[in-house]
């Protein structure tokens, strides 16, 4: 999907305006609040948004909202701001970052968003780097804690109340703190359904279905208090992992004169879902000796969530990271725990930090015609040389490239390529010239209206290219000059 963001578009609050004195212009939270939003993933669906960065802002920008989704019955809207991704503040960082830390959270993320007016009114009182995000202190966080029976039973006793919520007394040394529930702490689910609203005879019949061993999800009293001062709900997706029975593995294989010595199948996973396992891993070859078993399903490569993907689109993503790759794995042991407690296994790797850029989750062909190098710096009537790419968009509609425009020059070009996109597979570059789009000419006044019109014409989308190294480009537009479109979005 392509959708075009025209400069200058920017929304009009209608609200009485609110005399601020000198404090004011110092505190964020005399502005509007930012809003949380937590979301889950329907089974076979997306959180249900649209999600966009203009070039040249801070901020990554829901620029569509699919009805009857999750995304729009927790309030998300059109415009909307991210903030943090579960608490991590991602306002400043790249926006494949942040599309990863979305998607890595499947199938239930916290999103702290600011309305758009909002963001630009805090902005201008407060400047580029103030803090409008609010976050828990270092290491204040709920906590998933698997416990398993002992002599002394699970070692915890609850509050006594006709419904929740409930409260945990711990026995001394038992069990329930030996698996790290903090005392005082606040039971929000129990196996990854929420308990907030259960009777205590529902909770009683909870506990004893699970057998010899639970999995509670805690807030202690200090994690408690600091989400009600902020506002921030006391979300699943915070958490931190304690004494969990398992946990994702994350695999470095170096390709050998015969292969990495595995093959990937794609076949239906515990929940009746299609996913991508690994098999066949022989012994002595780089997969086996990084710790790959026969059955895991493979969850990510280079740090990117592969959920949802078809089999050739992972096939693609782990040929294009070369001779070098980075799994996430999980067993079937991990595989159901985290599928009963409704996270994602990569939220709970000891570093969430992806080691390489995504792949893009798009084919592209390229025809070359000429030379379609230009290496001088004056401002040419025509490029000489073009070429032709073709782009099919991704599972995002993403084509994955942004166009500016120079208001003083006849010309559209490349202002940014998302790596490993479709427009990188085709070998878009910065700098490329727009001669044409879908054989239509480009260059004058229904420009705008052409880019519009794009999100509803079929794939492929033919550009017609001329190359301008990025000397002759910034010789070519003066500073200030461009105006920029964003053309990639991506579904979430």
């Not at 828990?136 to 398993?148: A, E, S």
Request: contains cysteine; hydrophobic residues 35%.
């Amino acid at each position: 999907m392509v959708t075009p963001s025209p400069p200058g578009n920017h929304s009009l609050s209608l609200e009485a305006p609110r005399l601020h004195t000198a404090s004011d212009l110092l505190d964020p939270w005399s502005l509007e609040r930012p809003r949380f939003c937590l979301l889950s993933k329907e089974e076979g669906k997306s959180f249900g948004f649209h999600l966009q960065q203009e070039l040249g802002r801070a901020g990554h920008v829901v620029c569509r909202v699919d009805p009857g989704t999750s995304a729009q019955r927790q309030g998300l809207q059109e415009g909307d701001r991210i903030l943090a991704v579960n608490n991590d503040v991602v306002e400043h960082e790249d926006y494949a970052v942040v599309v990863r830390r979305i998607r890595a959270s499947s199938p239930r993320v916290l999103l702290t968003v600011l309305a758009r007016h909002a963001h630009d009114v805090a902005r201008a009182q407060l400047g580029e780097d103030a803090h409008l995000c609010p976050t828990l202190g270092p290491g204040v966080r709920p906590r998933l804690c698997h416990i398993v029976k002992d002599e002394g039973g699970f070692g915890f006793s609850v509050t006594h109340g006709n419904q929740g919520p409930f409260w945990l007394v711990l026995s001394t040394g038992g069990a329930a703190e030996r698996a790290g529930v903090p005392p005082g702490a606040r039971l929000l689910e129990v196996n990854g359904v929420s308990v907030e609203k259960f009777t205590h005879n529902q909770l009683t019949r909870k506990l004893w279905q699970s057998g010899q061993q639970v999995t509670l999800l805690v807030a202690g009293p200090e994690v408690e208090e600091q989400c009600r001062q902020l506002g921030l709900p006391l979300a699943a997706p915070l958490a931190e992992g304690w004494a969990l029975p398992t946990k994702p593995r994350c695999l470095h294989l170096e390709k050998g004169p015969q292969g990495f010595g595995f093959l990937l199948r794609e076949e239906k996973g515990l929940d009746g879902r299609p996913g991508q396992f690994l098999w066949e891993v022989d012994p002595g070859l780089p997969a086996r000796k990084a710790g790959m078993q026969a059955g895991d399903r493979l969850v990510a490569v280079a740090g990117e969530s592969v959920e949802g993907l078809g089999h050739e689109e992972t096939v693609s993503r782990i040929q294009g990271q070369g001779s070098c790759v980075s799994l996430t794995v999980v067993d079937p042991e991990a595989d159901r725990f985290f599928s009963m407690v409704r996270l994602s296994p990569l939220l709970f790797l000891e570093n969430t930090e992806a080691p390489a850029s995504p792949q893009g989750s798009s084919s592209a062909s390229l025809v070359e015609t000429e030379d379609p190098s230009l290496e001088d710096t004056s401002v040419p009537s025509v490029p000489l040389g073009s070429r032709q790419c073709f782009l099919y968009p991704g599972p995002g509609g993403s084509y994955g490239f942004r166009l500016s425009c120079v208001a003083s020059g006849p010309r559209l070009f490349i202002s940014q390529v998302t790596p490993g996109g479709s427009a990188a597979r085709a070998g878009l570059q910065v700098g490329d010239v727009i001669l044409e789009v879908n054989g239509y000419p480009v260059g004058g006044q229904n420009d705008l209206e052409r880019l519009q019109q794009l999100p509803e014409a079929e794939p492929p989308l033919c550009l017609k290219l001329a190359a301008r190294s990025l000397r002759g480009l910034e010789a070519w537009i003066p500073p200030g000059a461009a105006e920029d479109w964003a053309l990639a979005s991506d579904l979430l």
